[in-house]
């Protein structure tokens, strides 16, 4: 038995009637946090390339997937096979430079071919139009705006006041990863002591140049 199919084993045990009490009364929403803080543990290792604690911390975030899996099990939704078999369709065919004909060279082509592809995908979805991809409406502020402002690059939007790309070229051309980290430090601690939130202003800030870059696409040429 490979280590995988002992690892759901070994929850199915666990939410038995006669396994673990804690386990047996959670359901997906009272699992969710405890996704969020595994990711976070992960994301540390990742930072620190602390290796033996990263390898660690993936199985508990894939605990989390086979916890998941197996509640939507029991409800005759879906299991981890589905789960797994979905993903690895989707691989295969969002890579037909790799599992089909055509090659692509580099890659930005292979990204761009990605999207297309996804698009396609998603075309038939009951979905608004937008400018902007959908993005997890809890995504954690910071990367919410970086993936704002990669759009914006990628699809050559035409920005609002709010978006100064002068001061941002300017200021990429002389941060490194070191002054970028005091930058934000020194931003949210001096949140901090104005009391601001700054995942929330940075959110809010963040939607008012999606909303203002959206207006602006939409709006007919001349």
Known sequence: MSAMEELLETM?????????????????????????????????????????????????VLLQVVFHSQLAKESNHFDFEAVAREVNDKLIRRHPHVFGDGALETSDAVLHQWDQIKAMEKKGEDRAESVFKNLPPSLPALMFAVDIFKQIEKKSLPTGERVDRESIGTLAESVDEETAGALLFEIAAACRSKGIDPESALRRYARSVQAETEALASTPAG
């Open 12 to 60: 199915a045990r666990l939410r038995a009637p006669d396994g673990c009490p804690w386990d047996q009364e959670q359901d997906h929403q009272s699992i969710a946090e405890c996704l969020v803080d595994e990711c976070s543990e992960l994301l540390e290792t990742i930072d620190t390339l602390d290796m033996d604690h990263m390898r660690e911390e993936l199985g508990d």
